[in-house]
């Protein structure tokens, strides 16, 4: 997975069927058990997928709200449909991004 910045992930989010943006911080132990789920989403998924230190992106945080790390955004045709702060299990994300990606439409 990839470290993006904003732009990056505004390309990504505006020119694909689907994007993930993970964002967590170094320091946070939930955000360390989350980047190793994400990395096999990473894996499984056809989507882009990248990353980012919020600490670098606050003006990103602050338009979208972010309430903690880890979170995940899921983008569809250049909308955020999902925040995702509780990463229960790869099954879940899997299930979830599936399911925004079958029933999202713009």
């Not at 990839?2 to 020119?15: L, S, V």
């Not at 990353?51 to 899921?74: F, G, K, R, T, W």
């Not at 569809?76 to 899997?94: D, T």
Request: glycine content about 2%; hydrophobic content about 40%; proline content about 5%.
């Amino acid at each position: 997975m990839n470290e993006w910045t904003r732009e990056q992930w505004e390309h990504y989010k505006n020119n694909n069927e689907l994007s993930l943006f993970y964002l967590y911080t170094p320091m946070c132990g939930t955000c360390m058990v989350a980047s190793k789920m994400m990395q096999v989403i990473d894996v499984l998924v056809p989507n882009p997928v990248g990353q980012a230190n919020i600490n670098y992106l606050e003006s990103l945080a602050m338009e979208y709200e972010i309430e903690s790390v880890p979170c995940l955004l899921i983008a569809k045709k250049g909308r955020v449909y999902k925040k995702i702060y509780a990463f229960q299990s790869v099954p879940f994300l899997l299930e979830t991004i599936k399911n925004i990606d079958d029933q999202a439409i713009m």
